[in-house]
């Protein structure tokens, strides 16, 4: 009944922008901490940008200076800003969620959603 659904993604030029938004559906009741994490083919899913709680953010240093992580808690959700993209940040972007709901503490993986930057 908990969800994590991205959407946004799609195809952009390079030095172009997108934003990614990532909306925890269902009953939850309480969010620790939510990041994106990115997979481009034959490697190895890396994280981008995590925001907690309390609002302290990580970005990997691949994105620091170009891409914004934000929440709106009334929404619960969380969004990814991509500036100045590049061919190398074309992949499968994925939201992670550190929830607490009727389970418990429980780390959910959205379906991602695809992001190519054409060069």
């Known amino acids: 009944q908990v969800q994590l659904v991205e959407s946004g993604g799609g195809l952009v030029q390079a030095g172009g922008s997108l934003r990614l938004s990532c909306a925890a559906s269902?009953?939850?009741?309480?969010?620790?901490?939510m990041g994106w994490y990115r997979q481009a083919p034959g490697k190895q899913r890396q994280l981008v940008a995590s925001?907690?709680?309390?609002?302290?953010?990580n970005y990997a240093d691949f994105v620091q200076g170009r891409f914004t992580i934000s929440r709106d808690n009334a929404k619960n959700t969380v969004y990814l800003q991509m500036n100045s993209l590049k061919p190398e940040d074309t992949g499968v972007y994925y939201c992670?969620?550190?929830?607490?709901?009727?389970?418990?503490?429980?780390?959910?993986w959205g379906q991602g959603t695809q992001v190519t930057v054409s060069s």
């Open positions: 992670n969620g550190d929830l607490d709901y009727k389970l418990g503490r429980r780390q959910l």
């Open positions: 925001i907690s709680s309390g609002g302290s953010i």
């Open positions: 269902g009953i939850i009741f309480s969010i620790n901490v």
